[in-house]
């Protein structure tokens, strides 16, 4: 299904990869190619590797690709910085986005943001400029500019740390996002808002993995594709109606998968 | 707010205070002895009660043994291999900018103290110290219209000798502690500040110290005396060249406030801190205390501890008037070798004062930071508060970071309240930060900034940016 034809090129081509931590494998040979306009969901167990894989493909420190490749519009970048997929449109939605004490958000957010436009040789913004483009996406994910004045996440509840996720994804405008449980901790309210602010950044030229338990966030996402992973490797792929039978079923159903190859 | 953009055009650079200045210099031979003293003295045209005062000083710390409580390692001082008085040759008497040394104006151009009419910084009148003497200070008839006096402390010897035989050493007594025996032995220049009743000055004052000499010690003494409702802002900087061999830098400052007024003293202390195997820098010993004299006055103290390769300071409140409030904000960042013993002491002694103190020490590198601290309320201290917070950020596996608070109450009703933290930059903020398009050492930057934020706020506008550059570049290389 991969493999047939498509009118663009990929974004994203992950190739038979492997890689470990601490000289523990964690990913066993993955592949994985994303087309623009597409939208794809990785399930699987907790520690079945889905979390590793969006971390590598961000270029997280800790982690060593032992084998395979990951091509980013068709250029390798194994060993790409992290700050260089992110400035060339690579987003990762933290399962757990990170404190930064001291840290002014709206500061993060312009640094963030002018990263990404000198990449795309726009012009960098002044903070005045910036807190224009900033409370226009606010609206997006009906934030309050009074986080803006805040640390980096310091003291926000669950849900308001996945906004601010989904915030930045709006001020990077990626090509491709990876949204690592990004519905964990959210109540349906706030799920609907996250959900719709997704929607509303991508379109046609940009693609989105969703990293998921749940039913309830593809239910407001429907994905194109649905890869089930488990101990390191995806052993199934299927489209939108694969999460449901998942459901329904559990987890244990796919114990009995072989991998396809 | 400090902008963490400055940070990023500055990253790159080495000490970039490490010249000297090629100019002929007065010294005097090595060594210390009555002589010595009297030889300083006689330079200086002082009177003599103030030679009197050296000698007394020289006695007592003949008696005296180095400190060793602190934490910190080095090699022994022989203080008799040091030159106590050197001076850029220049004219006898200086009237005016003109005839001062284009190169020693060029100095100060350089390190961004632009000291000629033209050039002057507008909002900041300043007291440019090149080695023993002061060169210049710059505003000082607009400063006298308000009654203020700022000029060079040899001057202030000169034509305030009565102020100065009222105060000095009344803060900071020559028998204090080793150092301050020393320098009071020896003290060459600083500054004094005189702020009569009722006078806000009406600008910023500064004072620049340039260590240029390689072999010769810097001694400043500094004065500050705010009369009753009165208050100053007052900054101070400094620099030195790179020299492979250590220079000792041991100052006195002594701060005075009377009733309802108000001193705020800050610093950004950038001396020479050695280089990364820990060869060369400043060894800074300096002994810095306040006296709130007065009812309900305010004497407050905000540092910036980069250089150096020795840091030895604990500047200090006396809080005698009730009501009198003492504040110190401090941050010391240590990278390679380098090694600082720094905090403070609040003596409570006149009822309902009240102080604060944060601490934030950075260590990168193979370096060690200490904070030290003694707060304590005395028997007539009711109603005295204090609160205390001390946090420590490690950079690397192999810095380390120590606090010793020591409390002493002799006063029931009163409070003190301290809260420490250590913090280790983690992988995963850098990654989070990194993951946004930021690059590595501005992560860092961003990060540790984050951290000082809290003492940033204390700092006039100017030094605030200026810390926050400072930061960034002595962290260059400091990680991963």
């Known amino acids: ?261 | 707010m400090v902008n963490e953009n400055l940070v990023k055009d500055v990253v790159k650079e080495p000490y970039k205070y490490g010249f000297v200045t090629d100019i002929e210099t007065e010294k005097i031979e090595k060594g210390l002895n009555e002589d010595i003293i009297k030889l300083i003295s006689q330079k200086k045209e002082e009177p003599k009660f103030l030679l009197d005062f050296r000698l007394k000083a020289f006695k007592k710390w003949q008696k005296m043994k180095e400190p060793d409580w602190a934490a910190l390692g080095y090699k022994k001082i022989d203080y008799q291999d040091i030159i106590y008085y050197s001076a850029p040759k220049q004219k006898e008497k200086i009237s005016s900018l003109d005839e001062v040394d284009p190169k020693l104006l060029e100095t100060f151009d350089k390190l961004g103290i632009p000291l000629t009419e033209q050039k002057k910084l507008t909002n900041v009148a300043v007291d440019a110290v090149f080695d023993s003497v002061s060169i210049a200070t710059t505003f000082r008839e607009e400063l006298a219209e308000h009654g203020v006096i700022f000029c060079s402390i040899s001057e202030a010897v000169k034509n305030h000798a009565d102020l100065i035989e009222k105060y000095l050493g009344t803060v900071v007594p020559a028998s204090d502690n080793y150092f301050a025996a020393l320098n009071s032995a020896v003290f060459s220049d600083g500054s004094f500040v005189y702020i009569p009743k009722g006078v806000t000055c009406p600008m910023d004052l500064s004072s620049y110290f340039r260590i240029n000499s390689g072999d010769s010690g810097q001694f400043e003494r500094t004065l500050i005396i705010a009369e009753e409702s009165s208050s100053v802002s007052y900054l101070e900087g400094c620099t030195a060249p790179m020299f492979d061999t250590n220079t000792l830098h041991a100052a006195v400052v002594e701060l005075i406030a009377l009733d309802d007024s108000s001193i705020k003293y800050s610093t950004v202390q950038n001396w020479y801190a050695g280089d990364e195997e820990g060869i060369g820098g400043i060894f800074n010993f300096v002994t810095k205390r306040g006296k709130c004299l007065g009812k309900r006055s305010k004497i407050s103290w905000s540092q910036v501890e980069t250089g150096s390769a020795i840091t030895w300071k604990y500047p200090s409140c006396l809080l005698l008037g009730e009501e009198s409030v003492g504040e110190f904000y401090s941050v010391a960042l240590t990278n390679n070798l380098q090694q600082a013993d720094t905090g403070t002491k609040m003596i409570h002694i006149g009822p309902r004062t009240k102080s604060t103190i944060v601490s934030k020490g950075i260590s990168a590198g193979n370096s060690k930071n200490s904070y030290r601290g003694l707060v304590k309320m005395g028997t007539k201290a009711a109603g005295s508060r204090n609160y205390s917070q001390c946090d420590s950020m490690l950079i690397g596996d192999q810095a380390s970071a120590n606090t010793f608070p020591y409390i002493k109450s002799q006063q029931p009703n009163s409070e003190i309240e301290h809260e420490a933290s250590t913090c280790r930059i983690s992988e995963d903020q850098l990654f989070y930060l990194q993951s946004r398009g930021i690059e590595f050492e501005e992560a860092v930057s961003m990060m540790v900034s984050g951290f000082c934020r809290d003492v940033f706020n204390q700092l006039p506008m100017e030094f605030a940016a200026e810390a926050d550059k400072l930061l960034a570049l002595k962290l260059e290389g400091s990680v991963g």
């Open chain 1, 1 to 261: 299904m991969q493999s047939k034809m498509k009118e663009s090129d990929p974004i994203l081509e992950v190739e038979n990869l492997s890689a470990s931590t601490d000289n523990l494998p964690i990913l066993k040979g993955v592949s994985l190619t994303v087309y623009p306009g597409e939208i794809h969901a990785i399930m699987g167990r907790n520690g079945c590797g889905k979390s590793t894989l969006s971390k590598i493909i961000a270029g997280h420190p800790s982690y060593n690709i032992t084998n395979g490749d990951i091509k980013f519009l068709g250029e390798n970048i194994n060993s790409l910085e992290p700050e260089e997929r992110s400035q060339s449109g690579i987003f990762l939605g933290f399962q757990y986005p990170i404190e930064i004490p001291g840290v002014s958000n709206l500061e993060f957010l312009r640094v963030s943001t002018n990263a990404r436009r000198k990449f795309l040789k726009k012009e960098e913004l002044d903070t005045f400029d910036f807190e224009e483009l900033v409370k226009e996406k606010l609206e997006i994910v009906k934030m309050d500019p009074a986080f803006l004045s805040r640390s980096v996440n310091q003291g926000f509840s669950g849900g308001e740390k996945k906004r601010n996720e989904i915030l930045q994804m709006a001020l990077l405008e990626p090509k491709i996002a990876i949204l690592d449980e990004t519905d964990s901790g959210l109540d349906i309210d706030a799920l609907r808002i996250v959900a719709s602010g997704i929607k509303k950044i991508s379109n046609a030229q940009t693609a989105i993995i969703l990293i998921t338990h749940y039913q309830r966030l593809l239910d407001e996402i429907k994905p194109n594709y649905v890869h089930v992973m488990s101990d390191g490797q995806i052993i199934k792929t299927g489209e939108s109606d694969l999460a449901l039978e998942l459901e329904e079923k559990g987890y244990e159903w796919t114990d009995n998968f072989v991998k396809e190859t």
